[in-house]
């Protein structure tokens, strides 16, 4: 395996871990990357109820990797494996949370059903008089989206890897990928493959070669707090929120109807909704309406939180594929060029990295990876919604 060149296109947390990988079999690696991270994330890791069953089978996958890998990369510290609780807040809701559990019994992930009170165990400051109840998912965590790209990446580099931002890139021939960079400086990186892990970019690099890359289109139609948008919405659009230092103790990730919370690195906490977020145009300036109010909706569960502001907002469109589920295959026959994109790359981001390593060195293709070709867009498959794209 070991003599190949890859470049690896992007530096977000699925190129970082494809940099990695690749390393560490041994691979001559140059990392390529317009910018020198990713976009913002919430970072749940996760295996939770993701349909079609491949689909929540790869996300279990996906957790097996990243317990496998914070255990062998020295210095690894991403992933915050505190488990999350999914609060319920209506008796109506109980049998059908209770339902899914037992479905996750079945599939050997763990779940479990807590009561109000061990709910406030866990979480002392958790205003517990608007829930029911709930559900514990202990390998569940959050990850530091920033600290993973850049301990992998640094992982990378000292197994060989050369790492260039601040390229972009314009074009492919025959020998690898054509750059440039912000003093206009033109760059012919070699190479015997190309992974395309530039999310949302993929599509434009694909589109060099003539390809139609199924992507969604980052366009929503307009909203306004008075209006909600009407019609088809973008549920590519992501926002995300921290907050300055807080006394509000925060353990796990919380998610609650309209919003998600997690702890921050610092002393605040990191809140979003993407179905809030993904009814918006992210040129709509009423969009920045939305921190206050996922601030409103954090401060229902956890008053402590009137304490604090919000510091810091980002907002990206969400890299999301025609169906929602991910896409790893090659894009042109010679098998020099391949592509891997999926909004789940938080949680994908270590088994694809390994499995895509294997397929590009090696020649042979996870059966896992079978249901995420190309082909299906191509061969009559009907379009699916799957519940890990909301």
């Not at 992998?152 to 990928?177: N, S, W």
């Not at 002393?267 to 009814?279: A, L, W």
Request: include cysteine; aromatic fraction near 6%; glycine fraction near 8%.
């Amino acid at each position: 395996m070991g003599s190949a060149r890859v470049i690896i296109v992007g530096a977000g947390v699925i190129a970082a871990a494809q940099a990695y990988a690749f390393a560490a079999r041994g691979a001559e690696v140059t990392i390529v990357s317009a910018s020198p991270s990713g976009t913002p994330s919430f970072g749940w890791v996760n295996a939770n109820t993701k349909l079609p069953a491949c689909w929540g089978d790869l996300h279990l996958r996906g957790l097996d990797a990243h317990e496998d890998w914070m255990r062998r990369i020295p210095g690894a510290s991403w992933f915050h494996q505190t488990g999350s609780i999914e609060l319920i807040a209506d008796d109506a809701d109980l049998a059908g949370v209770a339902l899914k559990v037992r479905r996750h019994h079945a599939r050997d992930y763990q779940a479990e059903m807590l009561t109000r009170q061990q709910i406030a165990e866990l979480e002392p400051d958790l205003d517990v008089s608007r829930i029911v109840g709930g559900c514990w998912f202990a390998r569940e965590g959050w990850t530091d989206v920033p600290a993973m790209c850049d301990q992998l990446i640094q992982a990378a580099v000292a197994l060989g890897a050369r790492f260039h931002p601040h390229e972009t890139v314009t074009g492919f021939d025959k020998t690898g990928v054509v750059t440039i960079n912000e003093s206009h400086e033109r760059t012919i990186h070699h190479a015997d493959h190309v992974v395309l892990a530039a999310g949302n970019g993929v599509r434009a690099l694909a589109a060099t070669l003539g390809r139609d890359y199924p992507l969604l289109e980052p366009v929503a139609p307009l909203a306004s707090p008075a209006s909600p948008a009407r019609g088809p919405h973008s549920p590519t659009v992501g926002l995300l929120c921290t907050t300055a230092p807080t006394l509000a103790r925060v353990a796990h990730v919380i998610r609650g109807e309209g919003i998600s919370i997690r702890p921050d690195r610092g002393r605040g906490v990191v809140f979003t909704d993407h179905p809030t977020g993904g009814s918006w145009d992210r040129n709509d300036p009423h969009i920045w309406s939305l921190p206050q109010l996922f601030h409103a909706r954090a401060q229902r569960l956890f008053p402590k939180l009137r304490d604090t502001c919000v510091e810091t907002v980002g907002i990206a469109n969400r890299v999301l594929t025609d169906d929602g589920l991910t896409i790893a295959d090659w894009l042109d026959a010679s098998r020099r060029l391949y592509a891997v994109t999926t909004h789940s790359g938080v949680t994908l981001a270590p088994y694809l990295a390994n499995a895509v390593a294997d397929e590009v060195l090696g020649g042979v293709r996870a059966p896992e990876l079978a249901p995420f070709a190309l082909s299906r867009f191509t061969a009559g498959h009907a379009r699916t919604e799957s519940s890990a794209a909301h």
